[in-house]
């Protein structure tokens, strides 16, 4: 597990650094060229698009940050008025606002960062995996290509002959263990980094603040609209049924005598009436919580629900135990509907799900071969988004045109009654 991640980290990193770096670099030429051309009235066209493309970087970043690392980088650009105009003048006064925006300056001073100790952080976990492969071919005989030059500097020890290349072989496993060991942190901080400076002073606490009052309101309104779900679909459903039930029977008492043929039918009416309710509200309360929820808890009951699906599923499921009875239901309808979703609309042939608890985080990764374009904005992404953040949890969309579509989820919980392990395979 621990060179897994140390290899996922290093492959990141390095996509990272090289984009990063040519992203940061073009970016700023164009944020510089693009301002003095201001002078000249070029640059008030060129400008808000060279910012907005600035912006649309940035952001990139902080879903890589949230879906890679879990390092959350908020979002405060300021919302454009409502009642801004149209035409040569409107265009001005977005220039304008764009350019009287603190996080728009933070966007700017953002890029030499990312391009310096940025680009350091990001390929750092890659170079403490590759560089050893070097120090290993000296001793190999490699070092024999340099005696004739004066010896070779493999770091810190000079190579001139067989002795001196073992050296440089031990200072390759020590770089091989701090790359296994530290990768990921390493990666991490690069995320760290760029909060520190996207992310204003004091942010952290007023959006905190923010998210509660909002995931308050979004609890409260989420459990009116399931009481409201509820009272609809027992009066239209089992209530409805039931009431014909009583309706056939009150017949039946009073045909029982005159018309046994009929009343048996009626008899045979109510008893389907009858079932039919039951299985309504079998399905009402399998809505609510579901039984095998309860009764075996999450992974058994993402296992039946992966069955379900359409779409062949394929699941990763590692879980020493059992998350809180909440937070267990909330991470259920939350992968339901992220599985509906992938089989009605992604049009994919397979799709991978994994979960897992790890740094007291619940973490489940759903991922399909289908055609991308998801919206993270749309009305289902945001009720699940508004589901996990009731327990602090997050949601990050990874979705381009052509696929696949990666969807993660977090929520921060403990673990209770811990049990053996498992994993499972679902086609």
């Known amino acids: 597990m621990r060179f897994r991640n140390a290899g996922l980290a290093a492959w990141r990193g390095l996509l990272l650094a090289v984009f990063s770096l040519g992203g940061s670099i073009v970016l700023s030429v164009l944020t510089v060229v693009s301002s003095a051309l201001m ?13 907005r493309g600035l912006r649309r970087f940035a ?24 009642d801004m105009r149209t035409g040569l003048t409107g265009h ?3 220039l304008g606002h764009l350019w009287k925006d603190p996080a728009t300056w933070r966007d700017i001073g953002w890029l030499p960062v990312d391009m310096t100790a940025g680009f350091v952080t990001a390929l750092l976990p890659a170079a403490l995996l590759a560089y050893p492969l070097e120090g290993y071919a000296l001793p190999a005989g490699l070092w024999r290509v340099f005696t004739g030059t004066g010896g070779y500097w493999y770091g810190f020890v000079h190579v001139t002959g067989a002795p001196s290349a073992f050296g440089a072989a031990l200072l390759g496993t020590a770089l091989l263990a701090v790359g296994v060991f530290a990768g990921p942190a390493l990666l991490r901080l690069h995320f760290l ?22 995931t308050r309101h979004d609890a409260v309104d989420t459990s009116a609209a399931e009481l409201r779900r509820i009272e609809r679909d027992l009066h239209d459903g089992a209530q409805a049924r039931l ?5 056939s029977l009150s017949t039946v008492e009073a045909l029982i005598e005159k018309d046994p043929a ?9 008893r389907s009436d009858s079932a039919g309710a039951l299985a309504e ?8 919580h579901p039984p095998v929820l309860a009764e075996r808890g999450l992974a058994d009951a993402v296992e039946a629900l992966a069955l379900r699906i359409p779409v062949p599923v394929e699941t990763g499921i590692d879980l020493p135990g059992r998350p809180p009875a909440a937070v267990e239901s909330a991470m259920y309808f939350a ?12 049009r994919a042939d397979r799709i991978w799900l994994d979960l897992d608890h790890e740094d007291r985080r619940l973490r489940v990764t759903v991922t399909d071969n289908g055609r991308g374009g998801a919206d993270p904005a749309g009305s289902g992404l945001r009720g699940i988004e508004r589901r996990l953040a009731t327990f602090d949890g997050v949601l990050a969309v990874s979705s381009p045109n052509g696929g696949p579509t990666m969807v993660t989820m977090e929520i921060p919980c403990a673990l209770s009654s811990p049990k053996t392990s498992s994993s499972y395979g679902t086609d």
Request: with cysteine; hydrophobic share 50%.
């Open 281 to 288: 509200l079998r399905d009402l309360v399998r809505g609510i």
């Open 193 to 214: 980094l760029a909060k520190s400076v996207l992310a204003p002073a004091g942010v952290d606490l007023q959006q905190r603040v923010e998210q509660l009052t909002r």
């Open 243 to 247: 009431v014909a039930m009583g309706m």
């Open 262 to 270: 009929k009343a048996k039918e009626l008899v045979a009416k109510a």
């Open 59 to 82: 952001n990139t970043r902080r879903l890589l940050a949230a879906e890679w690392c879990g390092v959350r980088i908020p979002v405060t650009y300021r919302p454009f008025p409502a």
């Open 335 to 346: 992968i339901s509907e992220v599985l509906t979703n992938a089989a009605k609309h992604a």
């Open 39 to 51: 002078l000249v009235g070029v640059g008030l066209f060129t400008t808000p698009w060279v910012l």
């Open 92 to 94: 001005i006064e977005k």
